[in-house]
C-alpha cells in the first residue's frame, strides 16, 4: 500500500469492514453505520481498490474474508479500539475525570480543604494524576510562576505581583501549641504564655508565619519571645522532639487534630490558651495568564466547596 496519505483508509471504511466482518451480511453492516447498501457496496469496493486485493468472498450463508482480509481485519480492530479509546480519553480529559493537576499549600487547608477535595476528585476519577506539595508561601509562589502548579493555597508576599494572579480569599489559620500528653501543662485549665516562656520551643524559622504569630502574641502581652528554640520547619523533628521531653511547638489546628485526635492521635495534647492566635489570611492563587484544565477546575471547584462547609473551620479544633 501506499504511503500516500489520500489512499489511507478512513474510519467510516474501518468500521464498514469490522462490521461485515461481525455480521456477514452487507446490509446488516450497512445498518449498523447508517448507510445504504449501495453505498456500503462502493465503499468495500474502493476499499479492495485502494489496497489491491479482495477481502470478502460472497458466500450462500454470508458473506466471509479472504486470508487477505482476515489479515487486514486483524489490523482494523486494533485501529477502531484505539480510536474508541482515544475517544474516551478525550471525553474524560473535557469532563475533568482524567488528565494531570499539581498544586500546593500551606499546611493548614491542605489537610482541612485539599484533602478532601483530592478525595472527592478520586473517588470519580481513579485515573487522574494528582501531584500535591505542602511547603511555604514563598516556595508555592515560585512554583506557581514557574508554571509548575496549577494553583497554591498560600499567603501573597510583598515581592509578589498581586496583578499576576487571580485571587480568591479563603480563610486565615488558628494556631495552637501542642506538648506531649504527659506535659507538665497537658491538664491545666488555663496555660498563659508567660508559663510557656520557660520551656523549649520547636518552631520554624524566622520570618515564617506560624513564628511570627507566636512572637507577636508574646509581644501583646508584653513578654520577649522565647529564647530557648530549636528552629525547624519540619513536623516530624517537631514530633519526635516533644515525645521525648518537656519541649512545645506551635501548629495550625488542622495538624495539631492529626496529633491528637483519632484515628491518628499519637500521644500528644494542645494546651489550653486563653486567646486565641492567628496567622494571616491565605488565598487560592492561580496565574492569570495559565488557564485550568477541566481536571484542575474541578479540583478546584470541589475545594471551594469545602471551603464553603460550616463545619469545615470546627472541624479539627478541639480546643474551642
Known sequence: MSNNPARWLKPSQLRLLSEIASHGQLQLAADAIAVTQPAASRMLAEVERQL????FVRRPKGMEPTSEGRAVLRR???????????????????QGLAGSVSVGAVTGPA??????AIREVKSIAPAAEISVDVMPSRDL?????????DFVLARILPEADAHDFEITPMSDEKIVIVARASHPLARAHVVTLTELSSYEWVMQQRGAPIREAIVNAFGQVGLSEPRN???????LLSMAYLA??????PMVT?????????????????????????????YLLRLRRRPLTPLALSLRDRLLTQ??????????VSDE
Open 141 to 149: 509562589l515560585r512554583h506557581l510562576m514557574a508554571g509548575e502548579m
Open 111 to 116: 489537610v482541612s480543604l485539599l484533602m478532601p
Open 254 to 282: 488542622e495538624v495539631a487534630s492529626l496529633l491528637t485526635q483519632p484515628p491518628i492521635g499519637a500521644g500528644f495534647a494542645v494546651l489550653n490558651l486563653p486567646h486565641d492566635i492567628r496567622v494571616s489570611p491565605y
Open 76 to 94: 482494523v480492530e486494533v485501529v477502531l479500539r484505539e480510536m474508541r479509546s482515544m475517544v474516551a480519553d478525550v471525553d474524560s480529559l473535557r
Open 307 to 316: 471551603s464553603n462547609r460550616p463545619d469545615v473551620a470546627r472541624y479539627y
Open 229 to 235: 528554640v530549636v528552629s525547624s520547619p519540619s513536623i
Open 244 to 249: 521525648q521531653g518537656d519541649a512545645v511547638t
Open 52 to 55: 489491491g486485493a479482495a477481502l
